[in-house]
């Protein structure tokens, strides 16, 4: 049966992308960059705000005058020392300096709200090698990259949340080499999200950059999964001239390996029976295995875990077996008082620690974005498993074909970059946008390229409800077409926060929902100020500890009446910087939906939500 949902869905995406789907495909992926001999760009850089963009176009979309362009590559003050005409009005050498990776917003009360053009430099030394290859990764950079080498430009890229690669072989020099980005944080009607989210700005280059070496034919791309079939299957794209009819090979540990050829385009696929006695990875057991994959001289390591995950009639199965997602959804945010979006590996698992062994969930959804590859990989190797998203959220232009490519290029990215990862089992294809048929279109035209591109996962949605009065009680349901291209049903659900519901009432709301599928509470939540308590004779205060908690309480008793519930992810772990959130009491710049504050003081609704998840 399993076998078959995967080849209709192959079907049904073949028939419904647009042709230019099939070529999503980024020149360079370096997925497993982690793993290579790479130099850290990270430390300290220096900026220069451009608020203007005047070091990329002058007036009129000209190009900028010289004395503009940040990313010359230049001695200012050198030039200066000599007098004569010319004159600057940047000098990148003597710039502030600022911590890379992290968002500008945490660096200088002067960026805390900008929104705008920055270019950072840093120079490091280099020193090229016949036969050798060198790019750059960058894993985030929200939201627009331009990138420059020595003064000569070598790359983009758009989408901030997703890894990108340029290839700087020929630009590099020996010694010491400039390298300049521009970064743009500004979003517009076109870009992904839009420019209204309910999340900070954070601007910047927000993960590490590396400089990445590599033979002159490496592998680009090496990918293995267990299939609901019980085999294993993945491949191997090498890059580079000696990338055709080579032969390469994987081998999971000790216990198996594989040999196949590639073809013409350096691509070659492995096909091979589960070995006896392999563990199959799970919340509770999260086995992963040293896969080593290598060709053409060339090899890359990485750590894998094998399960399967699958939807049966309502239940969603895990190994087969029944699942409960016992989860909370996450904000790429460290705790502290000014989080900087910087997820070092400690910042990360602070964050899972308390999902996994404060709340005793086994489920996290990475909202609203793709979170960092270090996030992934912790949830790989701690047993969480992931919900991940891109950020076509709310609004979005649907009727655009250049927006729809956004979308499924950066979905293409953030899949590429995370299909080893077995803690991954949902990808979802939007969040809490209006039912409209170019929005169902967009949304369907992201499910098939999902399922085309990895046919291992599940496809869900966050979706909207419906209420409408009803004797007996208010009725929430789902009456979204999108469904038919989902395998899990997922809704958001704030009835007894936003609107006029009283506690009490939430409990008694009823659920329309198909019988014969799984569905997951993607969101529910209600805003609290830790520490600001109820004095018990004033009744019920919303940002009340009490209220929260009883909140989840009439919630979670509305949960335990929809017998095809799998799964929730209440709104939120932590509080979060958002720029909607402007009470000048209790939020001055935060949604206060965490169960934990921002600096991780447990609220009441904690332990309601840990006791819940106890009993499950
Ligand atoms: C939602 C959104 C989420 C918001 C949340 C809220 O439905 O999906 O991004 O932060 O509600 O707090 O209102």
Not at 55 to 64: E, P, S, Y
Not at 83 to 98: K, L, S, V
Not at 342 to 366: C, D, F, P, Q
Not at 405 to 410: F, P
């Amino acid at each position: 049966m399993n076998k078959l949902i995967t080849l209709l869905c192959f079907l049904v995406a073949a028939v419904s992308l647009p042709a230019w789907a099939q070529d999503l495909r980024p020149a360079f992926l370096l997925t497993g960059a982690l793993q290579r001999d790479s130099q850290d760009l990270s430390g300290q850089w220096t900026y220069s705000k451009d608020l203007y963009r005047t070091g990329l176009t002058d007036i009129n979309g000209w190009v900028a005058k010289s004395r503009m362009q940040r990313y010359r590559d230049i001695d200012v003050a050198a030039v200066e020392a000599k007098g004569g005409a010319d004159f600057f009005e940047f000098d990148m050498d003597r710039g502030a300096q600022i911590a890379v990776p992290g968002a500008w917003n945490a660096a200088t009360p002067e960026l805390r709200y900008y929104d705008g053009l920055v270019w950072f430099q840093r120079k490091f030394s280099a020193a090229p090698e016949a036969g050798k290859r060198r790019f750059l990764r960058f894993e985030a950079v929200n939201y627009r990259a331009y990138v420059y080498l020595n003064g000569k430009e070598v790359g983009r890229h758009e989408g901030g949340f997703t890894p990108f690669v340029v290839e700087i072989t020929d630009a590099l020099r020996a010694g010491e080499n400039r390298l300049t980005v521009g970064v743009d944080s500004t979003h517009d009607a076109q870009s992904i999200p839009t420019t209204i989210t309910d999340w900070d700005l954070y601007g910047g280059i927000t993960r590490p950059v590396r400089l990445v070496t590599t033979p002159a034919t490496f592998i680009d791309d090496a990918t293995l999964a267990l299939r609901p079939d019980g085999r294993i299957a993945g491949e191997v794209r090498l890059q580079g001239p000696g990338a055709a009819n080579q032969e390469v090979t994987v081998a999971i540990g000790t216990l198996a390996s594989a040999r196949a050829v590639t073809d013409a385009n350096g691509r070659a696929v492995f096909d091979l029976a589960a070995p006896r006695g392999m563990q199959r990875w799970s919340p509770e057991q999260p086995t992963l295995y040293d896969v080593r994959f290598a060709g053409a001289g060339d090899t890359l390591g990485d750590r894998i875990g094998f399960r399967t995950i699958a939807v049966k009639g309502s239940q969603i199965l895990l190994n087969g077996k029944p699942l409960f997602l016992r989860g909370i959804s996450l904000h790429e945010e460290e705790f502290g008082p000014n989080p900087a979006r910087n997820m070092t590996e400690s910042a990360s698992r602070a964050l899972l620690h308390e999902i996994k062994h404060g709340l005793g969930a086994n489920y996290v959804r990475l909202s609203h974005y793709p979170h960092s590859e270090t996030t992934v990989r912790l949830a790989d190797e701690m047993g969480l498993l992931v919900w991940s998203e891109i950020p076509v959220y709310w609004t979005v232009d649907w009727d655009n074909p250049a927006v729809l490519r956004k979308a499924l290029a950066m979905q293409a990215e953030t899949i590429y970059r995370d299909r080893n990862r077995a803690a991954v089992v949902l990808w979802s294809v939007g969040n809490e946008t209006p039912v409209s048929p170019s929005r169902t279109r967009f949304h369907g035209a992201m499910a098939d390229n999902v399922r085309q591109l990895d046919p291992t996962r599940l496809v869900s949605a966050a979706l909207l409800v419906e209420r409408r009065s009803a004797p007996g009680g208010d009725v929430l349901a789902i009456q979204d077409p999108l469904v038919d291209k989902l395998d899990v049903l997922a809704v958001n659900t704030y009835a007894g926060w936003y609107g006029s519901d009283s506690l009490e009432a939430i409990a008694a709301l009823r659920w329309e929902v198909p019988g014969d599928r799984p569905l997951i509470l993607s969101e529910f939540g209600a805003d609290a100020l830790a520490g600001y308590r109820s004095n018990g004779s004033d009744g019920m205060k919303k940002f009340t500890e009490e209220y929260q908690a009883a909140y989840y309480r009439q919630t979670l008793a509305m949960a335990e009446r929809i017998p095809t519930l799998r799964g929730m992810s209440p709104w939120i772990l932590k509080d979060f910087r958002s720029p909607r959130r402007e009470h000048p009491v209790f939020q001055n710049g935060w949604n206060r939906k965490g169960l934990l504050s921002e600096t991780g003081v447990r609220k009441q609704a904690f332990e309601v939500l840990r006791t819940y998840y106890r009993a499950k």
